[in-house]
């Protein structure tokens, strides 16, 4: 894992300075604090910027890469698997190679074959090439967008870096994007909350030349229709055979490296299985690391990671978290995350990370994607209860809708907004977690200023986010496949594999490797049908059968958990919920332009007399209204009004 910083402009004129770059590298040390380089090239058109965790082939992996005639350029964050096939194929065709890294791959498969031949890479990755006598720039993210990749346009100039830091740092201006905050799009789409700075989005390539810009997707998740699927006469046994070998494909491509591998251990079935698969693989015990809230036992899984732990003969460390803990860290984790934070778990798996870096691991293992992949999470089993039965025991079902209608309170029931309503309308069934993010977002409006009610009032974010779809990927596809198929263009990206994922891994030069995210796995999870991820009241069940020899008795039984930190009022005498309270109290929360501060004072002054269940459904949003302070000093966000041109 590294990063880098590059800037291209059609005009040599208009080029920034080495000086300049070097200070956005600066800022994101961080991610590869083993070496680092600037490149410029002659014309000046282009400059590259790349600091380097060094993982494979650590003596001379240095980049930019350079193809042997100069033509070719290329600075690359992330790891591409089985590399070693594809390098001797390269090399029997006549390409020379300069280093041992697995990067310089990349390079030579676009020599040979062009865009095309970058779609033979695996793994997760972004990277930016630089043809030099195509006058060609080409921008690229691995297909579940697990690797970040910004790009922003400046007065001619065209920005791509591995975080938004190192983009301002060299000298783009920090504003808010206001229309990005307002309507969402900084998770349902790929804006940011920075203006002018976006994401690549997941499995696209963008291609730069004087004459413009192209983007292009290269990959996507694809669903049969569900007639198709419903047909299906595959069994339960070949199912799980063939998740089984996949996943175990993946896990072992994912233990190459040049330096010693741990594994990431939540307690839950996913990190559980790939400790026990990678142990078996490796014919060795890992060092295996969890979390502990232990002042408050209902966030805490530390038993069950300890029983996976000794399944596995891991070395098992326990990192405890407290309240002051994430209150200390809260505000770094913050400038590293770039985004809002909704509970501090965040902040957790920042805190886990400093404590892996310093045993000495640059590499882990983790669990995360098994919920997108397999149907994991509660909202995608409502899906299923409310939309779709096929293959399911009807007693099971009627056991999930009675439960459901005891516990209704995360899902708006009256007065959904309009463009909610319309969506479900558009699609023909409602979707369990985008009705309740809409509940969320409508409590969140209720302390919005004047202004922007005034400004984003009538903008409708969720019929913004459904046009932006391909609607032929929905066509014809199950409700839950639909939902699950929402959740990966929004969330997975852009909250998920940010916040629990690679931000506060790279935070400490930490490299997180998701086995259960490679492509592959996701296409064949694609295929099975609804009853094969969701059973009954078993959630993920092909996963989980698959993994079941790798598994405590008791983890393998254990239904889905939540990762979450200890909600800050939960101890409104505790540093966490002090931070909560002296930060939104403060001259940072004036400095907002989304929020009228004497509501949200008047809030905060109702809350001890406030029941839990209504506190609980607060506490995301003072998070998020703590983690908008935080960025608004770390970056010094100036608040520029700017026309919103979104069309709906």
Same mark, same amino acid.
Request: glycine fraction near 6%; include cysteine.
């Given at each position: 894992?590294?990063g %880098?910083?590059?800037?291209?402009?059609?005009?040599?004129?208009n080029?920034?300075?080495?000086?300049?770059?070097?200070?956005?590298?600066?800022?994101?040390?961080?991610? !590869?604090?083993?070496?680092?380089?600037?490149?410029?090239?002659?014309?000046?058109?282009?400059?590259?910027?790349?600091?380097?965790?060094s993982?494979?082939?650590?003596?001379?992996g240095?980049?930019?890469?350079?193809?042997?005639?100069?033509?070719?350029?290329?600075?690359?964050?992330?790891?591409f698997?089985?590399?070693?096939?594809?390098?001797?194929?390269?090399?029997?065709?006549?390409?020379?190679?300069?280093?041992?890294? +697995?990067?310089e791959?990349a390079?030579?498969?676009?020599? @040979?074959?062009?865009?095309?031949?970058?779609?033979?890479?695996?793994?997760e990755?972004?990277?930016?090439? %630089?043809?030099?006598?195509?006058?060609?720039?080409?921008?690229?993210?691995?297909?579940?967008?697990?690797?970040?990749?910004?790009?922003?346009?400046?007065?001619?100039?065209?920005?791509?870096?591995?975080?938004?830091?190192?983009?301002?740092?060299?000298?783009?201006?920090?504003?808010?994007?206001?229309?990005s905050?307002?309507?969402?799009?900084?998770?349902l789409?790929?804006?940011t909350?920075?203006?002018?700075?976006?994401s690549?989005?997941?499995?696209?390539?963008?291609?730069l030349?004087?004459?413009?810009?192209?983007?292009?997707?290269?990959?996507?998740?694809?669903?049969?229709?569900? +007639?198709?699927l419903?047909?299906?006469?595959?069994?339960?046994?070949d199912?799980?055979?063939?998740?089984?070998?996949?996943?175990?494909? &993946?896990?072992?491509?994912?233990?190459?490296?040049?330096?010693?591998?741990?594994?990431?251990?939540?307690?839950?079935?996913?990190?559980?299985?790939?400790?026990?698969?990678?142990?078996?693989?490796? !014919?060795?015990?890992?060092?295996?690391?969890?979390?502990?809230?232990?002042e408050?036992?209902?966030?805490?899984?530390?038993?069950?990671?300890?029983?996976?732990?000794?399944?596995?003969?891991?070395?098992f460390?326990? #990192?405890? #978290?407290?309240?002051?803990?994430?209150?200390?860290?809260?505000?770094?984790?913050?400038?590293?995350?770039?985004?809002?934070?909704?509970?501090?778990? !965040?902040?957790?798996?920042?805190? @886990?990370?400093?404590?892996?870096? +310093?045993?000495?691991?640059? #590499?882990?293992?983790?669990?995360?994607?098994?919920?997108?992949?397999?149907?994991?999470?509660?909202?995608?089993?409502?899906?299923?209860?409310?939309f779709?039965?096929?293959?399911?025991?009807?007693?099971?079902?009627?056991?999930?809708?009675?439960?459901?209608?005891?516990?209704?309170?995360?899902?708006?029931?009256?007065?959904?907004?309009?463009?909610?309503?319309?969506?479900?309308?558009?699609?023909?069934?409602?979707?369990?977690?985008?009705?309740?993010?809409?509940?969320?977002?409508?409590?969140?409006?209720?302390?919005?200023?004047?202004?922007?009610?005034?400004?984003?009032?009538?903008?409708?974010?969720?019929r913004i986010?459904?046009?932006?779809?391909?609607?032929?990927?929905?066509?014809?596809?199950?409700?839950?496949?639909?939902?699950?198929?929402?959740?990966?263009? &929004?969330?997975?990206?852009?909250? #998920?594999?940010?916040?629990?994922?690679?931000?506060m891994?790279?935070?400490?030069?930490?490299?997180?490797?998701?086995?259960?995210?490679?492509?592959?796995?996701?296409?064949?999870?694609?295929?099975l049908?609804?009853?094969?991820k969701?059973?009954g009241?078993?959630?993920?069940?092909?996963?989980?059968?698959?993994?079941?020899?790798?598994?405590?008795?008791?983890?393998?039984?254990?239904?889905?958990?939540?990762?979450?930190?200890?909600?800050?009022?939960?101890?409104?005498?505790?540093?966490?919920?002090?931070?909560?309270?002296?930060?939104l109290?403060?001259?940072?929360?004036?400095a907002?332009?989304?929020?009228?501060?004497?509501?949200v004072?008047?809030?905060?002054?109702?809350?001890?007399?406030?029941?839990?269940?209504?506190?609980? @459904?607060?506490?995301?949003?003072?998070?998020?209204?703590?983690?908008?302070?935080?960025?608004?000093?770390?970056?010094?966000?100036?608040?520029?009004?700017?026309?919103?041109?979104?069309?709906?």
């Open positions: 894992m590294c %880098f910083v590059t800037v291209y402009s059609a005009n040599p004129l080029q920034i300075k080495p000086a300049q770059i070097e200070q956005g590298l600066k800022s994101i040390i961080h991610r !590869g604090p083993d070496e680092g380089r600037v490149w410029q090239s002659n014309d000046q058109r282009m400059i590259m910027g790349h600091t380097r965790l993982i494979i082939g650590l003596d001379n240095i980049q930019p890469i350079h193809s042997t005639d100069g033509a070719l350029h290329i600075v690359v964050n992330g790891e698997y089985d590399f070693e096939k594809i390098r001797y194929e390269l090399i029997r065709q006549g390409c020379k190679f300069v280093t041992q890294s +697995d990067s791959i390079l030579h498969l676009y020599q @040979l074959y062009g865009t095309k031949g970058l779609e033979k890479l695996r793994g990755f972004a990277l930016v090439l %630089f043809d030099q006598r195509q006058n060609l720039v080409i921008a690229m993210r691995d297909r579940a967008g697990v690797k970040p990749l910004f790009v922003a346009e400046d007065q001619g100039r065209y920005y791509f870096a591995s975080e938004i830091k190192a983009i301002i740092d060299s000298g783009v201006r920090a504003v808010w994007d206001e229309a905050y307002n309507t969402r799009a900084f998770y789409k790929n804006n909350l920075f203006q002018n700075v976006q690549v989005p997941a499995g696209h390539m963008m291609t030349t004087p004459s413009g810009v192209t983007q292009q997707c290269y990959w996507d998740i694809d669903y049969p229709d569900a +007639d198709t419903n047909a299906s006469t595959l069994s339960d046994a199912a799980i055979q063939q998740v089984h070998d996949a996943i175990e494909e &993946s896990v072992k491509l994912r233990l190459r490296a040049d330096v010693p591998i741990g594994v990431y251990l939540s307690g839950g079935v996913d990190s559980s299985a790939i400790l026990g698969m990678a142990t078996q693989l490796a !014919g060795k015990p890992f060092d295996a690391y969890n979390l502990s809230f232990g408050m036992e209902d966030y805490d899984e530390n038993r069950f990671a300890r029983l996976a732990a000794e399944k596995n003969g891991a070395r460390h326990t #990192v405890p #978290v407290t309240q002051k803990d994430l209150a200390d860290n809260f505000e770094k984790a913050v400038w590293h995350n770039e985004t809002p934070f909704f509970n501090a778990h !965040g902040v957790a798996k920042y805190i @886990l990370s400093g404590i892996v870096q +310093d045993a000495g691991n640059k #590499v882990v293992l983790t669990g995360e994607g098994a919920d997108e992949v397999f149907g994991g999470y509660p909202h995608f089993k409502r899906d299923m209860a409310l779709n039965t096929q293959g399911q025991n009807p007693d099971d079902v009627q056991a999930i809708l009675q439960k459901m209608k005891a516990n209704q309170a995360g899902y708006t029931q009256q007065g959904m907004p309009a463009d909610v309503e319309w969506l479900t309308q558009q699609l023909g069934h409602g979707v369990s977690w985008l009705d309740n993010q809409a509940g969320w977002f409508k409590e969140l409006q209720n302390v919005y200023a004047d202004s922007q009610i005034e400004r984003f009032g009538d903008v409708e974010p969720y986010f459904f046009n932006q779809l391909d609607h032929r990927k929905l066509a014809g596809i199950d409700p839950v496949h639909r939902s699950m198929y929402l959740w990966a263009k &929004s969330f997975l990206p852009n909250f #998920v594999l940010t916040t629990l994922g690679d931000r891994e790279m935070a400490h030069s930490v490299e997180g490797r998701v086995p259960l995210l490679d492509h592959r796995v996701m296409e064949l999870a694609a295929t049908p609804v009853h094969l969701v059973r009241n078993t959630e993920k069940f092909v996963f989980r059968e698959a993994m079941k020899p790798y598994l405590p008795e008791e983890l393998y039984k254990r239904k889905k958990h939540y990762f979450r930190a200890p909600p800050s009022t939960l101890m409104q005498q505790g540093p966490l919920f002090e931070l909560v309270n002296d930060t109290n403060s001259s940072s929360l004036d907002l332009p989304f929020f009228d501060s004497k509501k004072r008047r809030l905060l002054a109702e809350m001890p007399k406030m029941s839990p269940q209504r506190l609980a @459904l607060l506490d995301p949003m003072l998070m998020e209204l703590t983690s908008l302070c935080i960025l608004q000093r770390k970056f010094n966000l100036a608040s520029t009004p700017s026309v919103y041109k979104e069309a709906a």
